[in-house]
């Protein structure tokens, strides 16, 4: 197909849509809109095979510079693609090349993938300007199709193994050869083939190789890299293992790099930094070799900041798009301080373990607010704490963000005003815990401008108490609609399920965030957070929690989440009392470890939040719960592991 066609997908640029339109379409084919447009799509492709035949007047194969042919086999797997629809395509010439699954002839059907690529072999037979091919292509296939595209500049396969014993055909044959993507390559042999191919065509001439997914690359395939290292400027590693991680510094030659991307999909990294701290380095200094570095991700790489850190203090790199995701706040403090080196991003994306607040959080605002070019800014898990008055200062300091994702507690309207300042802002997405007011919203939606067109304004955590009626969200969505054509979006923090139980919780912040210091600088602030539900009477076994006792009486099963007060007057120790003296039933999952008096707090231990999170696991799954109470919450501890865990 060109780049441009007017159905593909099962979509079209030509078909009306309308009432109207589908009413004559109706009277006319007698099916609905749906058949109709895969009709085209599929006329489509017959008419390109049928060029590729000679039987059309115009030889429209012989102008196809790129051509898809996932896009055929989508279309073969269509529902829609049966009885008239499929008669029709496969009628005449095309019939021989209707290929059925194997087994008895009355289980057959058609088979997508190998039909697809009998239907390429006709078309690449008659296409001499192609230049770009993508599919789930065969080898064997792949092998008769390479001498027919002398242009041939990008190739997209499936499955790595098609390109076995094709590097020989690209370097005889396709001399504008660079660009190859895969979708991955799990063989046993992948490491070797791949690094045999790398060998095998043009040397320096290879620009960008991408594996969306798992392979099993490693060592031979870094190496061979270093046949394309002048030429070779992107690079996208989807998913790598332990031993991959431990042969990048097999890439050093790779300099030239101005598009960078790891990933670990498996999670299962190792830490370079600790485990092979020789290889580390190397990394690190290959990474502050590639001036020309642009853009870099690392997801779920464990250490990825301290990679990240001396790389973002090189005078000559200037990145415009950094993303990283799965680090840890509590070690990255230099990380955060790095990011104000580059002034010249324009796109950040940040995921990581907000168990850290405090100073970890400073540091990173400081830095951010430093990043006045940024455009679009992605803040999961690390904004979980953000409050007003950090995110209305990230609004002050950058203020050419298009797209904005943040989290926040106890956000309010009182971030609105700094908001409606950010002229370009074309989508806000608030995962913060809020507490907005429909007149709030209203009063920043009115303040927006003509570069604000399309907003789209999505609250997806708002507090129960600040629910919005049904009224007030239209409002907001009509207004929206009018004001910028944009759209709103609303959802609130609130119920879910728990082993097959309906469970209706009703959050609501008890007591303002405070903040007491003890005599040795610790932040101990503070969070009164209950989660309520209906209280449903229920019997309490002897085999729920012990043996010995037989209450023989309904009672309620009250857990507690919060930190121990060694002192015995607030706290968990407090909570079981009065528990107790109501006649009901107390579990505690501890948050926090304290050594404190009647005078105050001498010191805190704070409780790992994965270890938290088993605790509760550990109290729903065996005895239930019918209450849960969370208070004395440190700011530290990430507030919606607790909330995950009980969802």
């Known amino acids: 197909m060109h780049d441009v066609s007017p159905v593909t997908n099962r979509g079209s640029s030509e078909i009306d849509v309308s009432a109207q339109g589908r ?29 590729a035949l000679g039987k059309t007047l115009f030889p429209y194969a012989r102008y196809i510079r790129t051509l898809n042919l996932e896009d055929l086999e989508e279309l073969l797997q269509d529902p829609k693609f049966k009885n008239q629809v499929s008669k029709r395509f496969f009628e005449g010439e095309l019939a021989a090349h209707k290929i059925q699954t194997s087994g ?84 046993d042999d992948a490491d070797q083939e791949l690094a045999n191919f790398l060998n095998e065509i043009n040397p320096q ?9 798992y392979s099993c690359i490693g060592i031979e395939s870094f190496l061979a890299l270093s046949c394309q290292q002048e030429s070779l400027k992107e690079l996208k590693l989807g998913s790598i293992d332990a031993n991959a991680m431990q042969s990048l510094n097999m890439l050093a030659g790779c300099t030239k790099l101005t598009t960078l991307l790891l990933t670990d999909a498996t999670n299962r990294s190792i830490d370079l930094k600790n485990a092979h701290n020789d290889v580390f380095l190397e990394v690190v200094a290959w ?56 002034p010249s991003l324009q796109e950040l994306q940040l995921q990581g373990d907000s168990d850290e607040v405090g100073d970890g959080v400073t540091t990173l605002v400081e830095s951010l607010s430093q990043l006045v070019n940024l455009t679009d800014l992605h803040l999961q898990d690390v904004s979980d704490y953000f409050t007003d008055e950090v995110i209305g200062r990230l609004a002050r300091s950058l203020p050419k963000l298009e797209e904005w994702w943040t989290g926040g507690w106890a956000v309010t309207d009182a971030i609105w005003q700094d908001i409606a300042t950010l002229k370009s802002l074309r989508r806000l997405d608030m995962a913060a815990i809020s507490r907005f007011t429909a007149k709030g919203i209203l009063d920043f939606i009115l303040n927006l401008g003509a ?122 120790e407090a909570d079981q009392k009065v528990i107790a003296a109501h006649q009901c039933y107390a579990m505690t999952a501890t948050t926090a470890l304290t050594a404190q008096s009647t005078r105050g707090v001498v010191d805190i231990h704070h409780v790992p939040s994965a270890f938290v999170s088993k605790q509760i696991d550990a109290c729903i799954d065996d005895i239930g719960v019918d209450v849960v109470k969370i208070g004395a919450l440190l700011l530290f501890l990430a507030i919606p592991l607790p909330v995950s865990a009980l969802f």
């Open 23 to 51: 009413a004559k379409l109706t009277d006319k084919a007698r099916m609905d809109q749906e058949e109709f447009m895969t009709m085209r799509w599929a006329q489509l492709w017959r008419t390109i095979i049928l060029s």
């Open 104 to 187: 008895p002839k009355k289980n057959q059907s058609l088979d997508p993938g190998r039909t697809s690529n009998a239907l390429g072999d006709i078309i690449t037979a008659s296409t001499p300007m192609l230049e770009e091919l993508s599919g789930k292509i065969e080898n064997d296939s792949l092998l008769r199709w390479i001498p027919r595209a002398p242009r041939l500049r990008l190739l997209n396969v499936w499955y790595g193994g098609a390109l076995v014993g094709a590097g020989p055909l690209l370097r005889q044959h396709c001399h504008e050869f660079k660009t190859l993507s895969l979708w991955g390559w799990t063989h």
């Open 205 to 213: 001439t290879l620009e960008s190789l991408e594996i969306f997914s």
């Open 287 to 342: 990474l502050r070799s590639c001036k020309k570095l642009r853009s870099i991700t690392l997801r779920n790489l464990r250490g990825g900041q301290d990679l990240l850190t001396p790389m973002l203090l090189e005078n000559d790199i200037r990145l415009k798009n950094l993303e990283l995701k799965g680090y840890a706040m509590a070690d990255a403090r230099d990380f955060h301080q790095a990011l104000a080196n580059q």
């Open 451 to 572: 570069g604000n067109k399309g907003l789209v304004l999505a609250i997806m955590m708002a507090d129960v108490d600040c629910d919005l009626t049904e009224g007030e969200q239209m409002v907001i969505r009509e207004t929206i609609a009018a004001k910028v054509d944009g759209r709103f979006e609303f959802q609130l923090l609130r119920e879910s399920k728990r082993n097959g139980n309906d469970v209706a919780y009703i959050f609501s912040v008890l007591v303002p965030v405070a903040s007491r210091q003890s005599p040795q600088g610790i932040d101990a602030r503070f969070i009164d957070l209950f989660i309520t539900r209906e209280r449903i009477p229920t019997t309490i076994s002897t085999t729920s929690y012990g043996e010995g006792e037989n209450f023989g009486m309904e009672k309620r099963r009250i857990l507690v989440i919060a930190g121990s007060d060694s002192s015995g007057g607030a706290g968990l």
